[in-house]
């Protein structure tokens, strides 16, 4: 084992300065550079825990013909409009209202489902399986 | 004036200008109608002034269809008629029920509602209901409380009234008995309707006692005006002349029974600041009782192939001091009793009403005991609340009263109730719950869990004891019994009143439109007869 010089530890530490100023100075830019990465997975932490999410995630699996794949689940979701938005949100509570807001919008276009008797939007019977099927894939 | 048959001299014959059998709402509101144009009225019924056992047997019968319902105890053969015991709530039926419809078999009279709004203004008074107003935009700058927020065009706020409810024999009989242009007959039952000989004339009918005594009645008109199973029973015993029945020549007579399947199901669930305090009970405001339901709009109704609907919000609360559920029959007979004799009165049925409440005490003590805590604290508004409603069910040929072999004292058959209640008829209701799911969730309100299955759970249909059909009105004998005028088509001069003649039930209680179409009677025979 060599002998730890002072230069040595100098030589360390300035890399690590380094190293940190480079990263919080990168972090720091990049905070101004728009980017395009949707959070799909921040919209599952909208859907309640618990058993009735999961039974209406199971149902619409079951019963509303939506994509068994978590992927293609996601990806279908992404296509409407305020779900894309929701994706692209980063305050929560604007994310929240945008879901409901999708969901509103299902229920005046028709797009619902029943699930266990529930009278549903797509979009929230979609969420509660995605909840369901996220385990499997991260 | 009344008399009793039973007692005295029996006349050989009775007569006047019409002749109304039938002392209920129907019965009682044409001859006073009469009566004040100055038409002499002979008005017939076959119990006594009160409740009576032997009067009432005669109503006795069969239940051979949907088994939620009775023939007997739902009606009351004595002065008022089964306004006796009758809840109260009214409301006109809708335009959309007096219209054919291309997607329902059988729909749509022969006027229309626009026809009856005279007469239901009219018919208010008799019933001690508020102004004749229904559409809630009438209301909501009287009412303090915002309708929920739905899109219009899609579920309006539907407006019913609550009558007392009025006993037309509490508030009628010493009118009846004081008005010289009509002489009424207490235990005059009708056994037989006789026509000119090969005539389509009604000469005169036959009245006996159960005791045995017998007249005969002449009049120029007569109206038959029993309710919707015994004006059915009446026209098919009738076979002296008629071998099929009167009125019944293409076997229509008893068919098309309909009744509002009373169903309590189905589950809205909605978010803490939605303001639902104008719904879970009835509000007094402008000299009226008002409740409102939730109804699907007309042009909806039609484009999804639904049945009417009126749906009432049930409350379920949290915290039972709130909740109703203690009302049985003996909550039911204790507030009967405590309305009437506020008003004055000795109840009827006194010792029946009586042993209710003394056979639910419990339930008694808790409404009691509830009722005052309501007072002192503080409501705490439910968010979840079950739909109540009488459903409409689509007219039905094979939904009938037919006549049996038992026979009554009088020596009339009885008859059997084949009460139809159809998957259709329950499916389109879980339609019109699921279209109220959807339109409370685009108004982002809240959820709805649908409570009629599918395939339909039949049992959970019972009957809201609304006899409607039997005698249908329509402009062709060939599809209705009796005219627009509720003439017996096959007759000149026979009439029948009540809810045997709707065409369609809607979803409105039937009184109101039972009063009016007796005024609208009313004014035709001042006229004819």
């Not at chain 2, 699921?434 to 759970?457: K, M, T």
Request: charged share 20%; glycine share 8%; aromatic share 8%.
């Amino acid at each position: 084992m060599g002998k730890l010089t002072r230069r040595a530890l100098l030589g360390t530490a300035a890399v690590g300065a380094f190293g940190l100023v480079a990263y919080g100075g990168g972090r720091a830019a990049c905070s101004f550079v728009p980017r395009n990465h949707p959070d799909f997975f921040s919209l599952l932490d909208i859907p309640p825990e618990g058993a009735v999410a999961r039974r209406i995630g199971e149902g619409a699996l079951a019963e509303a013909s939506l994509p068994s794949d978590f992927d293609a689940l996601a990806t279908a979701m992404k296509l409407r409009p305020l779900i894309a938005e929701a994706i692209a949100t980063d305050c929560p509570t604007t994310r929240r209202q945008l879901v409901q807001d999708q969901c509103a919008a299902d229920f005046a276009e028709g797009r619902c489902v029943v699930i266990d008797g529930w009278v549903l939007s797509e979009t929230e019977a979609s969420l509660c399986a995605a909840k369901l099927l996220r385990p499997s894939i991260i | 004036m009344i008399f009793d048959l039973q007692t005295g001299e029996t006349p050989k014959e009775i007569t006047g200008d019409v002749c109304v059998v039938g002392t209920g709402p129907a019965g009682v509101t044409l001859a006073l109608e009469l009566a004040r144009k100055g038409r002499s009225v002979v008005l017939l019924e076959g119990g006594g002034e009160a409740y009576e056992e032997s009067s009432q047997a005669l109503y006795e019968g069969a239940v051979i269809g949907h088994d939620h319902i009775d023939v007997a105890a739902s009606r009351l053969r004595q002065f008022g008629g089964t306004s006796g015991h009758w809840t109260g709530l009214c409301a006109p039926l809708d335009a959309l029920d007096f219209e054919p419809r291309a997607d329902i078999p059988h729909h749509g009279w022969p006027i229309t509602r626009a026809d009856l709004d005279p007469f239901y203004a009219r018919a208010h008074p008799y019933l001690d209901l508020g102004p004749y107003r229904y559409d809630w935009q009438d209301w909501r700058s009287i009412v303090p409380f915002p309708a929920l927020p739905l899109d219009p065009t899609k579920i309006l706020t539907d407006v019913y009234q609550q009558s007392p409810p009025t006993r037309f024999a509490e508030k009628f009989m010493e009118t009846v008995r004081a008005e010289p242009k009509i002489a009424c007959w207490t235990h005059a039952n009708l056994v037989d309707v006789t026509l000119e000989e090969g005539g389509d004339v009604v000469s005169s009918i036959a009245v006996h006692t159960l005791d045995g005594r017998a007249t005969t009645v002449r009049a120029k008109a007569y109206v038959i005006a029993c309710g919707g199973i015994e004006n059915a029973r009446i026209l098919l015993n009738a076979r002296k002349q008629r071998p099929a029945g009167l009125g019944n020549e293409h076997d229509l007579v008893g068919r098309f029974y309909t009744d509002h399947m009373t169903i309590e199901t189905s589950m809205l669930l909605f978010r803490d600041d939605v303001d639902t305090r104008l719904y879970p009970t009835s509000l007094n405001y402008d000299g009226a009782e008002i409740l409102m339901g939730l109804k699907v709009h007309p042009d909806v109704v039609k484009e999804r192939n639904l049945n009417n609907n009126s749906a009432f919000l049930v409350a379920d609360y949290g915290d039972a001091v709130f909740s109703d559920d203690f009302r049985n029959y003996g909550w039911v007979a204790f507030s009967t009793m405590l309305k009437t004799f506020s008003r004055g009165h000795v109840p009827d049925r006194f010792a029946e009403r009586t042993c209710d409440v003394v056979d639910d005490l419990g339930s008694v003590a808790t409404g009691i005991y509830r009722h005052a805590l309501r007072r002192v604290l503080p409501e705490k508004p439910a968010q979840a609340f079950r739909l109540r409603q009488d459903a409409e069910q689509a007219p039905n040929p094979d939904s009938r009263v037919t006549l049996i072999a038992d026979t009554d004292p009088l020596g009339l058959q009885r008859i059997a109730l084949d009460w139809r209640v159809t998957s259709d008829d329950l499916l389109r209701l879980r339609r019109t719950h699921q279209f109220i799911g959807e339109q409370v969730g685009a108004a982002g309100l809240g959820r709805l869990q649908l409570g009629v299955s599918d395939p339909p759970d039949l049992s959970i249909a019972y009957s809201g004891y609304h006899h409607m059909g039997t005698t249908r009105m329509h402009a062709d004998p060939r599809q209705g019994v009796v005219d627009a005028d509720c003439r017996v088509h096959s007759t000149k001069n026979l009439y029948m009143a009540g809810s045997s003649v709707f065409t369609t039930g809607g979803c409105a209680n039937p009184t109101l439109t039972i009063t009016a179409l007796a005024i609208r009677l009313a004014e035709r025979l001042a006229v004819s007869a």
